[in-house]
């Protein structure tokens, strides 16, 4: 590679001893060896702490990786972590990982010779749903501009996970985009959406290399408790703030309704009739819009349509038979 940038891979760490080997091990197989790794110890209370210690005393000597450990002194939460991540990271690049997932032996590599060969600010890419006992192929929608990203999270047919993403971290820097301190649910999606916004050229590259680990089917139907609906609900208003006072605000205000009925859709494959009353409830100003965002497949509208109009019966039905018997069956 013509120019091998330094890489800042950012791991925020809190009480991960039972897997964080996966982790480690996707770092000590990377191909692309300029790497610094930030981990981030958010106040472990196992042997979180001891296992990154063996591993950096390691990796230094025999790796040649840079590693960084930062032990907050009492436990702060995952946006407090990746943003004392960010003030210690010096690569050209940010990339974060999990402490429980992994990723292809070559990802960095790849990565990162695509933001070098098409002077790209972002580079996304797919991913894996990795169950115990095997793992389910998953597409990220391909953009070629920051707007066409930014429209495709607010649809709900592009994810904003941070893992997804290798991004500049002179965008970072520049416009001080940073995680709202406390706030731990939805936090990607706001600093995602940001860096878009503010990104010059942007790449899609079409491979799966990260493995997002999910422990069973159930997984797929995360709850949200209040305290976390009010966070992300926070996270949503900040982003329509800041979209309404950019330069792609002419365009937003539309898909703002999309965003939010994206943002509950979890509720719905629930199985839980109380789950569906708070879907009415929470930003209950994008019920009309059910059906409205023709991107999305005709079976997730219709998810929405029934429950705003209480057709929970349809909610039940979807649940027993997708997610408990076929999901159940092939995502073990």
């Not at 981030?40 to 840079?66: H, P, V, W, Y």
């Not at 965008?171 to 649910?185: H, L, T, W």
């Not at 940001?194 to 079409?206: I, P, S």
């Not at 009353?277 to 998810?303: A, Y």
């Amino acid at each position: 590679m013509e120019s091998s940038p330094l890489i800042s891979i950012i791991i925020p760490v809190y009480n991960a001893e039972m897997t964080l080997h996966k982790s480690l091990d996707a770092i000590e197989r990377q191909s692309y060896r300029k790497l610094e790794v930030v981990f981030i110890d958010d106040c472990s209370t196992d042997k979180s702490l001891l296992i990154l210690q063996d591993f950096a005393m390691i990796a230094r000597i025999e790796q040649q990786i840079q590693i960084k450990i930062i032990r907050h002194k009492k436990n702060r939460g995952v946006a407090v972590a990746r943003n004392t991540g960010l003030e210690h990271a010096t690569g050209e690049f940010i990339y974060y990982l999990d402490a429980d997932d992994w990723m292809e032996d070559n990802t960095i590599e790849l990565v990162v010779k695509e933001a070098v060969r098409r002077g790209a600010d972002i580079v996304g890419f797919s991913w894996w749903l990795a169950f115990e006992e095997n793992n389910r192929k998953m597409t990220q929608s391909c953009f070629r501009d920051p707007w066409e990203a930014i429209e495709l999270m607010l649809r709900g047919k592009m994810r904003w996970n941070l893992w997804l993403f290798l991004v500049k971290r002179s965008i970072y820097e520049e416009y001080r985009v940073r995680f709202i301190p406390d706030m731990n649910m939805g936090e990607d999606m706001m600093v995602m959406i940001k860096l878009f916004a503010y990104a010059k050229r942007v790449v899609y590259l079409n491979r799966h290399l990260y493995y997002y680990s999910q422990s069973n089917a159930n997984s797929l139907t995360k709850l949200y408790s209040k305290k976390h609906k009010d966070e992300v609900t926070a996270h949503v208003k900040e982003v329509e703030s800041f979209l309404l006072k950019s330069k792609f605000s002419a365009h937003v205000e539309p898909l703002i309704n999309f965003l939010k009925l994206n943002i509950k859709l979890p509720l719905l494959v629930s199985g839980n009739r109380r789950l569906y009353q708070e879907w009415l409830n929470w930003f209950p100003e994008t019920n009309v819009f059910s059906m409205d965002n023709k991107i999305l497949p005709l079976r997730t509208r219709m998810l929405q349509w029934s429950a705003a109009h209480k057709q929970f019966w349809f909610l039940d039905l979807y649940y027993h038979f997708i997610i408990r018997v076929v999901y159940g069956f092939f995502y073990k």
